[in-house]
């Protein structure tokens, strides 16, 4: 009997830590979830975008004072810099989450975790150091950049389809502030989060003129900025707001189109330029392979080293012209 009330002792007690320990994880992920989940994360990224714009209103002020940095003294040394909110905004326009001070801290310590590598580890000049930590220094600036030129890539792609989302709720009735809110709602991201913040502006007070000018301001895109003054021409002077956006949306279909085109018919000037700025080193790591006497002159012998100094300068001004002829604006 005794046994007996000891094993059921026992298995009450592992059940009942069995049930507390699901309860603390389930907890634990309940609150990762309020704190990191995907609907947090989203409400985050609103309210860190609305609050970067340049507005100094005093019906938006109170909303848009964004740190630049955690720590007080970085932060108030960052406010005095010039052009830095720009700086801001193009972080902002990658949607990255970085702030200003992680981005300067981080082109710093790639900068000098270059120089340390070339200089210390690998015992090169000073000169080589210096090329070393300016190329690892700007890396960060390069991913930030590559974000941002795909986040707005995508936010162009998406638009003929919102401004036909925005021209089918006109037509049904809706408001254009309604039309903004379903297309933010229903359309994918980056774009939808755009139009919310947009739509929140207004809801907060904001004019519709200043709503859509910061929705310029945080997407720099001349599509974007056709629909914005296709908008503000039409509250001013009044028209059908229904045709406008139905015509700009086929226009920019249009322009895509030529611009897809463009890009098809450039590919060969493109492979080409390519092809003539990476050949050089192909066929001087080659040489190097078969013959490493005969290449080693050029970084052993002062004339060598002269002579890779000038073709380097010239090969890069070559790849800038090359860029430019390939390079075709619609």
């Known amino acids: 009997m005794l046994k007996t009330l000891a094993g059921n002792d026992f298995l009450?007690?592992?059940?009942?830590?069995?049930?507390?320990?699901?309860?603390?994880?389930?907890?634990?992920?309940?609150?990762?979830?309020?704190?990191?989940?995907?609907?947090?994360?989203?409400?985050?990224?609103?309210?860190?975008?609305?609050?970067?714009v340049r507005d100094i209103t005093p019906e938006t002020q109170l909303l848009k004072q964004r740190l630049l940095s955690d720590l007080p003294p970085l932060e108030r040394r960052l406010q005095s810099l010039p052009r830095v909110r720009g700086l801001d905004r193009f972080l902002l326009q990658s949607d990255v989450g970085w702030s200003v001070s992680r981005l300067i801290l981080t082109c710093i310590a790639a900068a000098a975790g270059g120089w340390v590598v070339a200089v210390s580890v690998a015992h090169q000049s000073q000169l080589v150091g210096a090329v070393a930590a300016a190329v690892l220094g700007v890396i960060p600036i390069w991913y930030v950049s590559l974000k941002r030129e795909k986040r707005l890539k995508k936010i162009e792609a998406q638009l003929p389809d919102a401004l036909d989302l925005i021209?089918?709720?006109?037509?049904?009735?809706?408001?254009?502030?309604?039309?903004?809110?379903?297309?933010?709602?229903?359309?994918?991201?980056?774009?939808?989060?755009?139009?919310?913040?947009?739509?929140?502006?207004?809801?907060?007070?904001?004019?519709?003129?200043?709503?859509?000018t910061h929705l310029s301001d945080r997407v720099p895109?001349?599509?974007?900025?056709?629909?914005?003054?296709?908008?503000?021409?039409?509250?001013?002077?009044g028209g059908n707001l229904t045709e406008v956006l139905g015509n700009l949306s086929r226009l920019v279909r249009e322009r895509a189109k030529l611009m897809a085109k463009v890009k098809v018919l450039s590919a060969e000037g493109r492979l080409s330029a390519w092809?003539?700025?990476?050949?050089?080193?192909?066929?001087?790591?080659?040489?190097?392979?078969?013959?490493p006497s005969f290449?080693?002159?050029?970084?052993?012998?002062?004339?060598?080293?002269?002579m890779i100094k000038y073709l380097l300068v010239m090969m890069a001004m070559g790849v800038l012209v090359l860029r430019r002829i390939v390079r075709i604006r619609v």
């Open 12 to 52: 009450i007690v592992t059940v009942l830590v069995f049930v507390a320990i699901m309860l603390a994880l389930e907890s634990l992920y309940l609150m990762w979830r309020a704190q990191k989940g995907p609907e947090a994360r989203k409400f985050h990224n609103r309210l860190r975008v609305l609050t970067a």
């Open 221 to 237: 895109l001349t599509d974007l900025r056709y629909f914005v003054v296709a908008v503000l021409i039409q509250r001013d002077s």
């Open 167 to 212: 021209t089918r709720a006109l037509r049904a009735g809706h408001a254009f502030s309604s039309g903004l809110k379903m297309a933010g709602e229903e359309m994918a991201e980056p774009i939808a989060a755009e139009l919310r913040i947009v739509h929140d502006e207004v809801n907060f007070g904001v004019s519709l003129e200043q709503a859509l």
């Open 295 to 306: 290449m080693s002159r050029l970084w052993t012998d002062p004339i060598g080293i002269s």
């Open 275 to 291: 092809i003539l700025a990476i050949m050089p080193f192909a066929l001087a790591g080659l040489l190097n392979v078969m013959n």
